[in-house]
């Protein structure tokens, strides 16, 4: 990765903590650029990065090793069929966009190595997750750029069929507004339950992480820490009890659903 000449097509959210990870890391900036259409999303990465920009993608992908495609979805057809011309066969592609196929960016780009990613936002803070796909023109050394761009920003996991990353999507890629919506909720009913709204948004936050910690740290499963949390006939079991039926499980099952299903459905819909 060291001499890895990175350009970024695109140079919003998800392609900013991309540059920032590889500079965390200790990538040179001479080997990262980016292009936007947008003046000031352009100064605000060269400013912060130290990285050159430009507002043709055709001069970003000139001399680079890999390519990432960071634009949203709906831009991806116009993006690859117009860089088409600039790629040279060699040349990793690495796309971010959600519900965009290998095949369809094959139809766009002409046959290109291809690595298809799911990151998450939390990647901001270099504490995200990414599931990765690599068709087969991919070579090993490129798999190993395209992990090492990845892991810049946390977790980088490999897939074994295209198919999976929808699924991805669902838990990852989406996953972190659950936790959000959930946070919500909790401050709400902590307020209406009689706290003040900021002591009830702390207790919800610290909750959370404290959580989420003792979920990683821990040797043992969720199922295990919440059995741990849960006192017979205590206050837990009344929330849990409730939460089910409700139909908590059956709820989330049917909404990671819904995020995969729209994952599949966008890759009809904008791969033509
Ligand atoms: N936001 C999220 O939670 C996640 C987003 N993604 C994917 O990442 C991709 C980028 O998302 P964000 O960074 O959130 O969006 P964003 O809107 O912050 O960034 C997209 C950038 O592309 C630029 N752009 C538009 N047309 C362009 C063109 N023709 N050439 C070059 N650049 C162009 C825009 O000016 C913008 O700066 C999307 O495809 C999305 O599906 C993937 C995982 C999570
Ligand atoms: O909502 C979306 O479509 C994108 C993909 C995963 C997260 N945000």
């Excluded at 209406?192 to 959370?208: E, F, M, N, S, V």
Aim: with cysteine; charged share 20%.
């Amino acid at each position: 990765m060291s001499n890895t000449r990175i350009a970024f097509i695109g140079a919003g959210n998800m392609a900013a903590s991309l540059i920032g990870g590889l500079r965390a890391k200790g990538l040179d900036a001479s080997l990262i650029r980016a292009s936007d259409p947008g003046e000031e999303t352009r100064n605000r990465v060269s400013t912060e990065h130290g990285i050159e920009t430009f507002a043709d993608n055709a001069q970003a992908v000139d001399g680079a090793d890999v390519v990432v495609l960071a634009v949203k979805p709906q831009a991806m057809k116009t993006v690859c069929e117009a860089l088409r011309p600039s790629l040279k066969p060699q040349q990793l592609v690495v796309s971010i966009a959600a519900g965009i196929t290998c095949a369809s960016m094959n139809n766009w780009l002409g046959e290109q190595p291809i690595v298809r990613c799911m990151p998450n936002t939390p990647a901001l803070l270099r504490q995200g997750v990414s599931g990765l796909f690599a068709t087969a023109q991919v070579s090993t050394a490129q798999r190993q750029q395209a992990e090492e761009l990845l892991s810049a920003v946390g977790l980088a996991l490999w897939l074994d069929t295209e198919q999976q990353l929808d699924a991805v999507t669902a838990v990852s890629g989406s996953g972190p507004a659950y936790f959000f919506l959930l946070i919500e909720a909790m401050t709400a009913a902590g307020e209406k339950l009689g706290l003040p709204r900021d002591i009830a948004a702390q207790l919800t936050l610290q909750t959370a992480l404290g959580a989420a910690h003792m979920a990683v740290s821990s040797d043992v499963d969720a199922a295990e820490l919440r059995r741990r949390v849960t006192s017979p006939a205590g206050t837990t079991e009344a929330a849990i009890k409730s939460f089910q039926a409700g139909g908590f499980e059956a709820l989330v099952e049917k909404a990671l659903g819904a995020a995969a299903h729209r994952s599949a459905e966008m890759a009809e819909q904008l791969g033509q």
